[in-house]
């Protein structure tokens, strides 16, 4: 039964296929890797395109590995498990649908192929009999999709709160201890490499999307895709807002959300204020943590580095290890992403929480009654009021509440008639309060 | 090849198997579990003690599925996986060995078992090929044992730091914040049964040198047995040295350390004083946390419930769930235990670490130089000493310090020689400073 050998195809040679490349042509670790396997890793051939060939990587490896022709690639013997870490929608989808449909296993660090495509990928996977991995996507190399799909499966997911991408991380824990503003924190996350020189895909949570659109599906047995997602960035948090979270006792992180009742779950991507005593709050920098909730586990959180070469690739060798496994005992697509029938997703109009509302208003008597009523009419109670001495310069005066819970559609009702009081200047900022433990 | 259904036989039916039973009696749980699987999962026979038949759970069993019979157990037809949840050493060892020879794949809750015989229990797996599951052995629910056999298979794990007894991080936690004693604490813990009325296996720390066994063969790939580990529990910790802690920027704490080098492990269980700044400080109560750092993945932490019926049956189905799959796919026992040669145990005595020591002495001149003279002999520096006002009760002065990092021999010769030093009343505690970011 045993096969002598498998053989990997890997494509791209960027910063985590690079790494990966480079863990495959280590000794040590191909010994152990193999050890594990029960039979000899080969990595085989080397899908690059051409500026890759100028990577100071791609001349320490045999030139006969490498090839830039995609035809080249796939008709290469031998390759069991096509391993891509190219990166983006396309052409990564074809390119997997490919592999799958010639029969190879896959494994892929793309969350946005996943995201989007990951139940028409599990079906044609299904179809061919064959695996398909993708722990790198989410996460990095912290152990996230494995325990959903095998340590977790007993359980029914009540929630999912998760600080899942790194860069917003970074930005929100130096506007939080340092007291600077989002251009400042942005622009020194681009000074060290944490952000991108367009950082739109970060900042406006479009990653977190992706992510919890994975962990989601696999949590709750249904199809969520990325535009089911609520999803709103951090671009609009202020050091005040940070100062005031800070004197009402919470804590402000970016959270991916996932929750499920009977009939129909919940996801949204949002800036939020937590509690500042729970461990989430605690979670800074670049680091990442999933709190998950099951009717039997309980509370469980998972934390680590998202992303980075080193850790993504550790994932990504072990799903070779697990697919080369497959490739050994001829074992079929398993039922990860098989979605049940009959989980709506809620629209986020009937969302119900608690909010903050950061508001600079006319500096005169009445304001704060003209602001209760309008939030009364829509059925929203006041929990606490912080009202700042009035602003010298701009002769305005600035108003912070919280409020008890609350429906989302009452609120943004009431948001846009508070914007059109008279005494309104401007609605500065309006966060949701999670209410989690 | 596929089975029409696989058969379960379970042993026990304490606080985790009738948890375990009560699961594979829901119907859906049981559909969700077949689903996954890819067949029908039964529960075939329960081998319980007259005991155990008193049970209210027991009424609810089939009673044809219920047996106090040991040949009856294992005679009986299409039992494919034996799930043994008894606890402690014997007779489990010998029904699992019986399980395997039988050519049974095997789930186990047992921590000592897996502990003191994994090595052998999994060469008999080998033989047999057939696999071997342990996973609610360490942390309950907390997925563990898979990480390290599947997720960091890339890794070399360079330390493992875990809060892996919840009944101590219970006393641990309420001495910190309550300021009680020890008794006080562990009183309490009982009330809520949180811990045993014969508490001696979780304070001493003796459960957490099992656990670190299992989590230290597996991340070094050696043979660690609870024998090798060094061991010290939690009984000589007194309010003062909470405040002392405290004071200094610490939090104390119960840790199973585990740490790799070149060509040395060193795996000790004892209290340590950790920066309190630190994720693992905030772990609180019942709560579990085991942080692991490897050479690719970085700083990884997996955190939950260690402990209860419900955290733990989310582990034992899911392991449940794995080996129907290698039924299924007639999948041997891979390769999740197999040492490698050439790593030896360091003996305490060669730890290097920073000490802190808090001593109760007469209240005279020159008491401070005699205890630096000593220390200084050993080739310990100090680094900072507290010198609290003389009891006015017991006339006698309070003096605490902390050393720089110094080797364990060394701080063992000079412990003994301050204890002759005629001014020395006592030496109240030492403990630990653990170096963890």
């Avoid at 395109?49 to 013997?77: H, Q």
């Avoid at 535009?227 to 800070?246: M, N, P, Q, V």
Wanted: proline share 4%.
């Amino acid at each position: 039964m045993k096969k002598a050998s498998i053989g990997i195809g890997l494509m791209g040679l960027g910063v985590v296929a690079g790494q990966t490349a480079r863990i495959l042509l280590d000794r040590d670790k191909v010994r152990i890797l193999s050890d594990y396997v029960g039979t000899q890793i080969e990595l085989r051939k080397v899908k690059v395109i051409a500026a890759d060939l100028e990577r100071p990587l791609a001349k320490e490896i045999d030139p006969r590995l490498l090839t830039t022709d995609e035809e080249d690639f796939f008709n290469t013997k031998d390759i069991d498990i096509v391993v891509e870490a190219i990166g983006g929608e396309n052409p990564p989808f074809g390119y997997l649908k490919r592999a799958l449909r010639s029969g190879r296993r896959i494994v892929t660090s793309n969350k946005e192929v996943i995201a989007k495509h990951g139940i028409e990928l599990w079906s044609l996977a299904q179809e061919n009999n064959v695996s398909l991995y993708y722990e790198a996507s989410v996460g990095g190399g912290i152990p996230l999709i494995m325990p959903f799909q095998r340590d977790l499966i007993a359980n029914r997911i009540n929630s999912i709160h998760a600080i899942i991408n790194g860069t917003t991380n970074y930005i929100l824990t130096r506007m939080a201890k340092e007291g600077v503003d989002f251009s400042a924190a942005l622009k020194k996350a681009q000074e060290l490499g944490y952000a991108e020189a367009n950082p739109r895909n970060d900042v406006e949570g479009i990653d977190a999307t992706y992510k919890l659109a994975i962990l989601a599906s696999l949590a709750f047995h249904c199809q969520v895709r990325p535009d089911d997602i609520y999803c709103e960035g951090i671009t609009k948090l202020t050091s005040r807002d940070f100062r005031y979270a800070s004197e009402l006792g919470f804590a402000v992180k970016l959270l991916a959300i996932g929750k499920q009742d009977d009939h129909s779950i919940q996801v949204r991507v949002h800036p939020v204020f937590i509690p500042e005593d729970v461990l989430l709050a605690e979670v800074d920098g670049v680091f990442n943590a999933v709190q998950v909730e099951g009717d039997l586990v309980g509370k469980v959180i998972f934390y680590g580095q998202g992303a980075g070469a080193y850790p993504t690739s550790s994932a990504v060798v072990a799903d070779i290890a697990s697919a080369a496994k497959d490739v050994l005992y001829a074992t079929g697509a398993g039922s990860g992403l098989k979605p049940e029938a009959g989980k709506h997703i809620r629209p986020m109009s009937e969302l119900v929480t608690s909010y903050y509302l950061r508001m600079e208003t006319a500096d005169q008597p009445g304001v704060l009654a003209q602001i209760s009523q309008v939030l009364g009419t829509n059925l929203i109670s006041i929990k606490s009021v912080i009202q700042k001495e009035t602003n010298a310069e701009t002769g305005h005066a600035e108003i912070v509440l919280m409020t008890y819970p609350a429906q989302e559609k009452a609120m943004q009702t009431a948001l846009s008639e508070l914007k059109r009081l008279p005494v309104m200047v401007q609605v500065g900022n309006f966060v949701r309060v999670e209410d989690i433990k």
